[in-house]
Nanobody, 122 residues
């Protein structure tokens, strides 16, 4: 079983930047694709970005493409989400998942972290 701890959320102005981190422990970090999802108040959790097990491929929701970048550091066992040009609609709790099925629909299959709140002020 893997344990995930997200950090880096906070309050940011529209147009600003933020970097989220997801530190993993408990099993081989490089075995699975990992990803970020988010949930806004009153809405379902949705896919944001994913990265393949070897870091060679990345995937993004259309709503964040060109603004967000996902990456992973194997030495630090950490997945990052660099958020640039943020918008008010990016406000949500962001969650990391330890095993994402990279299909037509990005499906979270693994453990969740506790989430980190991102609030964008307009």
């Amino acid at each position: 079983q893997v344990q995930l701890v997200e950090s880096g959320g906070g309050l940011v102005q529209a147009g600003g930047s933020l970097r989220l981190s997801c530190a993993a422990s408990g099993r081989t970090f490089s075995s699975y694709a990992m990803g970020w999802f988010r949930q806004a108040p009153g809405k379902e959790r949705e896919f944001v970005a994913a990265i393949s097990w070897n870091g060679g491929s990345t995937y993004y929701a259309d709503s964040v493409k060109g603004r967000f970048t996902i990456s992973r550091d194997y030495a630090k066992r950490t997945v990052y989400l660099q958020m640039n040009s943020v918008k008010a609609e990016d406000t949500a709790v962001y969650y990391c998942n330890s095993n994402v099925f990279l299909g037509t629909t990005m499906t979270p299959l693994g453990s969740w972290g506790q989430g980190t709140q991102v609030t964008v002020s307009s």
